[in-house]
């Protein structure tokens, strides 16, 4: 069993307008992508679904309805390998139009203050030498979260839902070396909120190599409810046989979610990887298209 702890810091502990109710629901929903996933290609009928988890099929839907804003069955089409290619047809990002205009494309990013700090190996560990960081772990729409913050931003974001607490602290810490860390989720509670919100600044301190920052970038264009590949993003960043070194950049975002790496997939429509869990990549994409079509 992992050992995950939920901060009971600001209040509840989650952002605006999300309650335990909202946690609770996003169990549900985890445990119905594990169901589905299960399914192969022959989708589950609400009823199928509903007692897989326990609940009526009445109470499932509302629960459902509640977290997602669409019926089940539509959310089951959003989890599915050819949605994601739905996606790439008819919501692909241009990431060079996207870059040369300057355009973030989301609301939740359009004031975001992001401080990069590339340097070298031997500068980022003297650098990091005694910084204090908090951490905290919180609720969040796709299950329990690590963050983590020194006094400019949030610097490091990873989720548990399909990682042990421990190697994601492990994870999230190494990239800190000699910081000095201390679990105080007060400190970092607006940020937070304001990040699973979608409004609000939420500051961020991300430290980085220059090749990766591009990339980093790159993502940040990339609207909520969009996806692009990873070849497209080598191509913005003007280094188009680079495919390989962008697919490992993604992988090394410091804060999931808050730039976007959930939003690059292969070319042939496939997921392709995520640090943190591809159920939470497919949630996380489901979760966007859902409320972009509404």
Not at 74 to 86: C, D
Not at 154 to 171: I, K, N, P, Q, T
Request: charged share 20%; net charge neutral.
């Amino acid at each position: 069993m992992r050992n995950i702890r939920v901060a009971a810091a600001c209040g509840s502990a989650y952002p605006a307008g999300m309650d335990q109710e909202d946690a609770y629901h996003y169990q549900v929903v985890r445990r119905a992508i594990d169901v589905i996933d299960a399914s192969g290609p022959e989708m589950p009928s609400l009823d199928a679904l509903a007692a897989e988890l326990g609940l009526s099929p009445a109470h499932f839907q509302r629960v459902f309805s509640r977290w997602v804003g669409v019926s089940p069955k539509r959310y089951q089409q959003f989890l599915t390998l050819g949605h994601a290619k739905t996606l790439l047809r008819d919501r692909f990002t241009t990431l060079e139009t996207s870059l040369s205009l300057g355009l973030s494309g989301s609301g939740r990013l359009h004031d975001l203050f992001i401080r990069w700090e590339a340097m070298s190996p031997g500068e980022f560990a003297r650098a990091a030498e005694g910084i204090m960081i908090h951490h905290g772990v919180f609720s969040t729409p796709f299950g329990p979260a690590l963050a983590y913050g020194t006094d400019r931003g949030l610097c490091g974001l990873g989720f548990l839902s399909d990682r042990d607490e421990a190697e994601a602290r492990a994870d999230l810490e190494g990239r800190w070396p000699g910081a000095r860390f201390v679990e105080e989720p007060n400190a970092l509670c607006s940020w937070v909120e304001a990040a699973f919100a979608q409004s609000g600044d939420t500051a961020l301190h991300v430290i980085g190599a220059p090749f990766q920052i591009k990339v980093w970038e790159a993502l940040l264009s990339i609207p909520s409810g969009h996806v692009t590949t990873y070849s497209s993003i080598a191509e913005a960043i003007g280094n188009p046989a680079a495919i390989r070194a962008v697919g490992t950049a993604v992988g090394r975002n410091p804060v999931g979610f808050l730039i976007p790496c959930h939003r690059a997939i292969r070319k042939s429509g496939a997921l392709g990887g995520y640090h943190w869990g591809l159920p939470v990549k497919r949630a996380m994409l489901a979760w966007e298209s859902a409320r972009a079509e509404a």
